[in-house]
């Protein structure tokens, strides 16, 4: 039988709007899910909604509506965008869902049966927002310590979990189980937490004050509070009716942000062990995505950025694939459209997509429709690399670090790119056709094993690009796909648009609108002048040549291949009659960088060359100094 995989996601408040934050860790939990579906285990992902609690409560009533009707209509707008996310979770839970509130029953009958639950009057500092409760110490200026929000003072009796009873077992475990909270400075956080003495947790509020969560079982003027409730969640998704069985339990993974570390790291165990379950294997808490400016996304703050409206802008495989390469393991990380449009140029349209067009093109222009058939492959480095990018991205993604094996992929099909580069296929077609043969096997063989690599991160983008090199397209590759194919290759298709188009401009709804007056502004003026404004729009750029062949079947084109610093691209420029390729590699020049990408005789070009002609003589514009490409002309 294979190995099960049981992975989760924080529920998200169902009254929330679906935000950045929720995104990539239910991004992350499905990135994992295909990773370890792809190594043949049978994996079981769960994510949901959780719609208790004082917040759900207040918002439904600001809504003028009946909670529970409230949150059918909230939580249906998390599955529509995790469908739009291609997130492929195996089951959904609510925590308004009867199979759940059956399960939070049995607990709490269960813990009060073994002594574990007592009554006491009480006085605390709630935190809605948070939906916890602080002692007097824990406060900062009087604000929660967590997001540094508003708390209110409430005093009244409510029943207690002993808590406090565990919390030597629960450093004894951590000492002995030190990957149980990961990464390793987050357990050295919740061990520094555990040195303080750890308080009861109080698990209900009175009726009175909030009706809206699930009634104590043995006292119905109380119902659970959240926490209690929501935890218990990953377990009661679990049950196997009708024999009631949790044979997914305990989790591999729950995956968190690091704002609700201790709720899942101190609360949760201690819980389980209380109940006689034993508690998850792992927890991991990734860092906040930060805007631009270090702040916090928040509501309030306005900084919030809508999942949808970006991936329905660049699409959901490329918004994963950004995602995902640029959090690092554990860290913060900060986002803005500007690094987003960078990561697709330099990653996705430059290394891979560059890479698929011109292998495809090469090979439909020499050996069409034609299987490859690839001789001795065992010397070979592209061959080698491959086993070795292999087992390493497999063994990052078994220590969740993504990013490290997205780059160590990228770095493969680098490593592709080179080797093609160097092997000519385009110049021994005709004079060593089966050396051109084998150099294009090689790439298209590297490139269907990154590809299914890379298939967890870009489910549907993959498929795409497998097509377009004759390979086969599936939604759930195997192992055993990422073994190389020493025999055959299969024909390729040709297609015309790339798979990943680079991005000139931000696209995003963010852009700013021209008020009359602005517009007005940057009219150019009845003698012909222009305002400044209109020339800084165009941005002018340092590049570095790197190769450059004449156009088939033209006496004028040349087509060259330049370094913009970050990025490559390909530009295609009359001056073939006054250039050799020899000439013009190594050349530092200036180009427009920011044209809409155009095609020349049906050769795609992205930008344009500055150039000054004098008579017959053309000549490039360059710099007077030996500065690096990339650098923007002010
Ligand atoms: N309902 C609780 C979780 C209960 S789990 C039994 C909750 N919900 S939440 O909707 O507020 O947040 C869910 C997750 O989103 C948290 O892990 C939180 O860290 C994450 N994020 C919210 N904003 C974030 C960022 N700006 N960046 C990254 N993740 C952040 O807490």
Redesign the pocket.
Known sequence: MSKSFYLT?????VN?EP????A??TILADVLSRYHRLFGEDVHFLTG??EH?QKVANAATKAGKDPKLYCDGLAQRFIDVWEQLGISNDDFIRTTEPRHEKIVVDVLNKLNEKGEIYKKDYVGWYSVF??QFFTEKDLIDGKDPIGHRPVEKIQETNYFFKMSKYQDWLIDYYTKNKDAVLPEFRMNEVLGFLRKPLEDLCISRPKSRLSWGIPIPWDTDYVTY??FD??L??YSATLSPPEGTHPTWPADYH??????LT??AVY?PTMLKAADLEPPKHIF??????AKDSA???KSTGN?IKPLDLATVYGADVFRYVLMREMVLGQ?ASFSEESFIKRVNSDLANDLGNLVSRVAKIQSKHFPGETLHLEDTEEDEIFELARKTTFSVRTMVENLQIHSAIEETLQFIRAINRDFTLAEPWKSAKSDPQSARNALARALEGIRIASVLLSPIMPNKIQELMKRIGAPASDQYEWEDTAWNTTTRAKESFFDEPVFPRVNAPKQATEKKESPAKKEELKISPDGLLPIERFKEVELKTARIKSAEPVKGTDKLMRLEIDLGSEERQLVAGIQQHYTPEKLVGKLIIVVANLQPAKIRGVRSEGMLLAVRDGDSLNLLTVDANVPPGLKIS
Do not use: F, Q, R
Request: aromatic share 18%.
């Open positions: 996601t924080p529920l998200y408040y929330d935000h950045l934050g929720h990539y860790t909604t959780d609690g948070e939906e959240v926490w929501a935890l969640n990953y995956l968190i942000g690091k704002d609700i709720t899942h949760w808490a990734h860092g906040w995505w930060l916090k996304m928040s919030v913060d």
